[in-house]
């Protein structure tokens, strides 16, 4: 059996973080309702057909599946992103962390994520690397002890200034068009995509700052998971204010094709039985005593199935200059 790394999930998030996430989300929809409202969604945004089914829905938004590459996509997106990301309550989740919880999350995720790059880029010393949204800097508080050159964007303010006084790397708030061309060998996009109501201009920008032969390292929730199978929309991950496209094994490979990389690395690993189990309680029904029992193990299990509710794709843009 696959070896599953225990996680504590109190270091993770809020023991109450359905109740809590249910809360800004009705916030977010305010937001978007006071703000310029919502924009109909007619084609995929990933292959551009029409063809899908409806899974299911949440606050009224249907999400539906794409018949033809099985991105799941929301039927509405916020008219102006703003309105959601510019929003008090978008923040209420990106806390200062103290610094038990900061480095918690770095040693428990962020070092396997250097080590990934590690084995498929090699050496990082000189290697100049992107890290596009860093958030609170997790991953680059442990990417720059290997990585001489790291840079990074993120657009909250709060959370710049936060990830400077942690790593003492700048981060800047820009745009990816407002990048030099053809600069990094790395761009890392972690929890990013799946908030992109358009992924292949986002993209194609990630490509024109990517040289020759570099590298995409992402992580981004999986729609084919354990738990949203289970959970269906009582998941965290099903969020349509926000995670307004999300991706299948199958979909990223489509995506990766589209832009003419080589997907060299991908693995699940997810937090799936513990958001069974935290579903249970937030509907305050028993929790299942076997979950309970053999919760890592059957972690593993999932994640050996690749059905696990995160999913890491390393894409390779091999097309050489």
Excluded at 70 to 75: A, I, K, L, P
């Amino acid at each position: 059996m696959q070896t599953h790394q225990a996680v504590d999930p109190s270091k993770m998030r809020a023991a109450d973080f359905l109740k809590v996430q249910g809360e800004i989300e009705q916030s977010k929809l305010r937001a978007i309702l006071a703000g310029s409202g919502w924009k109909e969604i007619q084609t995929c945004p990933v292959c551009g057909t029409t063809e899908s089914r409806p899974e299911f829905e949440k606050h009224s938004v249907k999400y539906v599946c794409c018949l033809t590459c099985d991105t799941r996509y929301t039927s509405q997106v916020a008219a102006n992103l703003d309105d959601v990301y510019r929003s008090p309550c978008y923040l209420s989740y990106s806390k200062e962390d103290s610094d038990d919880h900061y480095n918690y999350r770095r040693e428990r995720s962020v070092r396997e994520r250097v080590g990934i790059l590690e084995r498929y880029c090699g050496d990082l010393t000189e290697k100049r690397l992107l890290d596009v949204g860093c958030g609170n800097g997790y991953f680059l508080s442990v990417a720059m002890e290997k990585c001489r050159h790291c840079f990074s964007t993120e657009f909250s303010e709060k959370l710049r200034e936060f990830t400077e006084s942690k790593t003492g790397i700048t981060v800047y708030n820009k745009r990816l068009e407002q990048l030099p061309e053809h600069d990094f060998d790395i761009v890392t996009l972690f929890d990013v995509i799946e908030h992109i109501p358009a992924p292949l201009p986002f993209m194609h920008a990630v490509d024109r700052i990517l040289r020759p032969g570099g590298s995409v390292l992402i992580f981004t929730p999986n729609f084919d998971s354990f738990s949203i199978r289970v959970m269906r929309e009582y998941s965290s991950i099903i969020d349509p204010t926000e995670h307004v496209v999300l991706y299948t094994l199958f979909s990223l490979h489509f995506l990766a094709g589209k832009l003419g990389y080589t997907v060299v690395y991908e693995e699940t690993q997810g937090l799936d039985v513990v958001n069974v189990l935290s579903m249970q309680q937030f509907k305050r029904e028993p929790q299942d005593n076997y979950l309970i029992e053999w919760i890592y193990e059957l972690q593993a299990m999932i994640n050996a199935s690749r059905c696990g509710d995160g999913h890491d794709p390393h894409f390779s843009n091999h097309l050489e200059g």
